[in-house]
């Protein structure tokens, strides 16, 4: 049983600096988690201190029922992928894949056997005898790669493994640990600020900012859902609009700023708000495809068209607010013209402008 | 090619030889002049002060390799080099490890560290003299307090006793080069070749064999062949210490330049040993090159 079980986990740095705090968090066996969040989050301190390069200020790591915190990173059976990859620059790729299994004392010829195999499946045969700065940054990732298996770990840790490479080689490397971890169906801990890989790959995402973890969700749920504004900020690109508005009506409408004509919720919407205080400021989010160009009774003047070819990007003033929406590319928008707008009530998302926490949970 | 392009690369090649010049005038006179030089005084038999003589072709050298003594000091330039170097690079290595850690105060002790470097050697000689003593040295003293020898011994004067201390005062004099070349070359090896290793299963030792010292490899190569050449030709530190002392105890090939060239008087032969130093040096460092610099290039 691999499971991950971060309880209570806290990390203090001696400047003064909380990079983690309270962070608790089952992760399943076999399960593909993505710690995703901006730079300075604490992801890859928290996955630092699964891998025993960092140790924890409080609380407690547990792999299945085993207590882990006090054994060194290599007595861990976990393996990590940097971002750097950390190849070792004076061993050819063989002895890099096997250096694991030497320092586990396994026998040369096992070694051998092992490498020979991982390098068919890596597809780095041709590569054995290289030195890794000889080696591509896709080449050099793959290497990295058959060091972590070549051990076969109970958990995978990997530290952004797929920044330093280029956008194409960045989707194939996606699709090919995607298809990896469908193979050995190990439990991998992925750290990316990345949301189109964490979306892309993870089982579940783990949301962090401020060192705080914000939601834990199948990307579905992080999308759909966000339990914060900050949450629904920062995933999905171009990122959702925030408006003010006010709840209206029996709490079934919702009224924003600049548009005269209070939005309707559907009724398991509008149930859901009901406890809350009528006339109650709040702040709607919507996602840029759930603010339609071209139809309804709000309007809008269009501040700038960005094509894409497949779709648009929309720029817009609503009543003085500027949202982005996207639209298909056969419109025709023109800067500086007035536009119809309509929004669909029913992915609409309500913040407290407060807390910034998610209205109708 | 056009006339004007033809132009143009002739006035290139021209400002090309002008910004050379300088340069090629400076190894000129610097250095091919005095080697010439050299070789052509090894050739003649040469009054030092009066610098009158006649041209003996090789006899300075048929002479010189039938004499005792030049195999003597060839023996303990050796001696001297092999170990003083051997020993500053443990030194070295060790000194530059730990000033690599973090501990409070480290900063000082870097700068601490390089202090025998940068003491005048006269200065630094000085007082190791008095230091090595045997009648008033803190070293005697310290040992006979101890109970580690029952009598003084005569450091300088004896042998292999003065072989040993002039090893030991190189070694504390020069380390301090070798700190702060492998210093530097600690500081740009990545933190996560380390974490790597450690997530691997490498122990500390496991860690120094298998990433510090093949990183250090580069550095160490240089550090080796720089040092071997300084300590082969080193003069200062030994000839004030003992001045070649006990007889021929500890005079390595410079100290027999010296002597032959100037209380002897002549130039010439001293300028022989020269020539064979020279020879032995070029000799040990194209088999340095070809041993390293093909490792080098397979990597």
């Given at each position: 049983?691999?499971?991950?079980?971060?309880?209570?986990?806290?990390?203090?740095?001696?400047?003064?600096?909380?990079?983690?705090?309270?962070?608790?968090?089952?992760?399943?066996?076999?399960?593909?988690?993505?710690?995703?969040?901006?730079?300075?989050?604490?992801?890859?301190?928290?996955?630092?201190?699964?891998?025993?390069?960092?140790?924890?200020?409080?609380?407690?790591?547990?792999?299945?029922?085993?207590?882990?915190?006090?054994?060194?990173?290599?007595?861990?059976?976990?393996?990590?992928?940097?971002?750097?990859?950390?190849?070792?620059?004076?061993?050819?790729?063989?002895?890099?894949?096997e250096?694991?299994?030497?320092?586990?004392?396994?026998?040369?010829?096992?070694?051998?056997?092992?490498?020979d195999?991982?390098?068919l499946?890596?597809?780095?045969?041709?590569?054995?005898?290289?030195?890794p700065?000889?080696?591509?940054?896709?080449?050099?990732?793959?290497?990295?790669?058959?060091?972590?298996?070549?051990r076969d770990?109970?958990?995978f840790l990997?530290?952004?493994?797929l920044?330093?490479?280029?956008?194409?080689?960045?989707?194939?490397?996606?699709?090919?640990?995607?298809?990896?971890?469908?193979?050995?169906?190990?439990?991998?801990?992925?750290?990316?600020?990345?949301?189109?890989?964490?979306m892309?790959?993870?089982?579940?995402?783990?949301?962090l900012?401020?060192?705080?973890?914000?939601?834990?969700?199948?990307?579905?749920?992080v999308?759909?859902?966000?339990?914060n504004r900050?949450?629904?900020?920062?995933?999905?690109?171009?990122?959702?609009n925030?408006?003010?508005?006010?709840?209206?009506?029996e709490?079934?409408?919702?009224?924003?700023?600049?548009?005269?004509?209070?939005?309707?919720?559907?009724?398991?919407?509008?149930?859901?708000l009901?406890?809350?205080?009528?006339?109650?400021?709040?702040?709607?989010?919507?996602?840029?495809?759930?603010?339609?160009?071209?139809?309804?009774?709000?309007?809008?003047?269009?501040?700038?068209?960005?094509?894409?070819?497949?779709?648009?990007l929309?720029?817009?003033?609503?009543?003085?607010?500027?949202?982005?929406?996207?639209a298909?590319s056969?419109?025709?928008?023109?800067?500086?013209?007035s536009?119809?707008?309509?929004?669909?009530?029913?992915r609409?998302?309500?913040?407290?402008?407060?807390?910034?926490?998610?209205?109708?949970? | 090619?056009e006339?004007?392009?033809?132009?143009?690369?002739?006035?290139e090649?021209?400002?090309?030889?002008?910004?050379?010049?300088?340069?090629?005038?400076?190894?000129?006179?610097?250095?091919?002049?005095?080697?010439?030089?050299?070789?052509?005084?090894?050739?003649?038999?040469?009054?030092?002060?009066?610098?009158?003589?006649?041209?003996v072709?090789?006899?300075?050298?048929?002479?010189?390799?039938?004499?005792?003594?030049?195999?003597?000091?060839?023996?303990?330039?050796?001696?001297?080099?092999?170990?003083?170097?051997?020993?500053?690079?443990?030194?070295?290595?060790?000194?530059?490890?730990?000033?690599?850690?973090?501990?409070?105060?480290?900063?000082?002790?870097?700068?601490?560290?390089?202090?025998p470097?940068?003491?005048?050697?006269?200065?630094?000689?000085?007082?190791?003299?008095?230091?090595?003593?045997?009648?008033?040295?803190?070293?005697?003293y310290?040992?006979?307090?101890?109970?580690?020898?029952?009598?003084?011994?005569?450091?300088?004067?004896?042998?292999?006793?003065?072989?040993?201390?002039?090893?030991?005062?190189?070694?504390?004099?020069?380390?301090?080069?070798?700190v702060?070349?492998?210093?530097?070359?600690?500081?740009?090896?990545?933190?996560q070749?380390?974490?790597?290793?450690?997530?691997?299963?490498?122990?500390v030792?496991?860690?120094f064999?298998?990433?510090?010292?093949?990183?250090?490899?580069?550095?160490?190569?240089?550090?080796?062949?720089?040092?071997?050449?300084?300590?082969?030709?080193?003069f200062?530190?030994?000839?004030?210490?003992?001045?070649g002392?006990?007889?021929?105890?500890?005079?390595?090939?410079?100290l027999?330049?010296?002597?032959?060239?100037?209380?002897?008087?002549?130039?010439?032969?001293?300028?022989?040993?020269?020539?064979?130093?020279?020879?032995?040096?070029?000799?040990?460092?194209?088999?340095?090159?070809?041993?390293?610099?093909?490792?080098?290039?397979?990597?």
């Amino acid at each position: 049983m691999a499971t991950v079980t971060l309880d209570h986990l806290r990390k203090d740095f001696p400047d003064g600096t909380v990079a983690v705090e309270d962070f608790s968090l089952l992760i399943e066996d076999g399960e593909f988690l993505t710690l995703l969040g901006p730079s300075g989050c604490g992801k890859t301190t928290t996955l630092r201190m699964i891998a025993g390069l960092e140790t924890p200020t409080g609380g407690a790591i547990r792999f299945g029922d085993r207590r882990v915190d006090d054994l060194a990173p290599g007595q861990r059976n976990i393996a990590m992928v940097f971002q750097s990859y950390a190849l070792y620059p004076h061993m050819t790729v063989r002895q890099n894949l096997e250096y694991p299994l030497k320092k586990h004392g396994v026998p040369r010829e096992e070694r051998r056997r092992r490498a020979d195999e991982l390098a068919l499946m890596l597809q780095i045969g041709p590569l054995l005898d290289r030195r890794p700065k000889q080696l591509s940054g896709g080449q050099q990732q793959r290497v990295a790669l058959g060091r972590a298996l070549i051990r076969d770990p109970e958990v995978f840790l990997l530290d952004e493994p797929l920044s330093n490479l280029d956008a194409t080689l960045r989707a194939q490397l996606r699709a090919e640990l995607i298809q990896l971890h469908q193979r050995i169906g190990k439990t991998m801990v992925y750290v990316t600020h990345d949301q189109f890989e964490a979306m892309t790959m993870s089982t579940r995402i783990a949301v962090l900012h401020q060192g705080r973890l914000q939601q834990v969700g199948t990307p579905d749920e992080v999308y759909r859902r966000p339990a914060n504004r900050f949450v629904a900020s920062f995933v999905g690109t171009p990122a959702m609009n925030f408006l003010t508005g006010e709840i209206a009506g029996e709490g079934d409408r919702i009224a924003i700023a600049g548009v005269t004509t209070p939005v309707s919720l559907p009724p398991e919407r509008a149930a859901a708000l009901r406890e809350l205080s009528p006339a109650r400021d709040v702040i709607v989010g919507l996602r840029p495809e759930d603010i339609l160009v071209g139809t309804g009774e709000a309007s809008a003047t269009i501040k700038l068209v960005e094509p894409l070819g497949h779709e648009a990007l929309v720029y817009l003033d609503i009543g003085g607010q500027s949202v982005i929406s996207r639209a298909s590319s056969e419109m025709s928008l023109r800067a500086k013209e007035s536009t119809a707008i309509d929004f669909r009530a029913a992915r609409l998302h309500l913040f407290d402008p407060a807390s910034g926490r998610r209205l109708d949970c | 090619m056009e006339p004007s392009n033809r132009k143009r690369e002739s006035r290139e090649r021209w400002l090309g030889l002008a910004l050379i010049s300088p340069t090629m005038v400076l190894f000129l006179t610097l250095v091919a002049y005095p080697l010439a030089a050299s070789i052509g005084f090894s050739l003649f038999s040469i009054n030092t002060l009066t610098l009158q003589g006649r041209f003996v072709g090789f006899d300075n050298y048929t002479r010189l390799f039938g004499q005792a003594a030049f195999w003597t000091s060839f023996q303990n330039t050796l001696i001297w080099t092999v170990s003083a170097v051997s020993l500053q690079l443990l030194c070295g290595i060790g000194f530059a490890l730990l000033l690599h850690r973090s501990f409070p105060g480290r900063s000082l002790a870097r700068g601490l560290v390089l202090f025998p470097y940068l003491l005048p050697t006269a200065v630094a000689i000085l007082v190791w003299q008095w230091m090595f003593n045997d009648l008033y040295g803190i070293i005697n003293y310290g040992l006979l307090s101890a109970g580690l020898v029952s009598k003084p011994i005569a450091w300088l004067s004896h042998m292999p006793d003065a072989m040993v201390s002039i090893v030991l005062v190189g070694t504390w004099k020069l380390f301090p080069f070798v700190v702060i070349a492998v210093l530097a070359r600690l500081q740009t090896i990545p933190e996560q070749l380390y974490e790597a290793a450690r997530l691997d299963g490498a122990g500390v030792w496991a860690r120094f064999w298998d990433i510090t010292l093949p990183q250090l490899r580069g550095v160490l190569v240089i550090v080796v062949l720089l040092r071997s050449i300084w300590d082969f030709k080193e003069f200062d530190l030994i000839y004030l210490m003992t001045g070649g002392g006990p007889a021929i105890g500890t005079q390595t090939l410079p100290l027999m330049v010296y002597k032959e060239a100037f209380p002897l008087l002549n130039l010439g032969r001293g300028a022989a040993v020269a020539v064979a130093m020279l020879v032995f040096m070029l000799a040990f460092f194209l088999l340095y090159f070809r041993t390293y610099g093909k490792e080098e290039e397979e990597r």
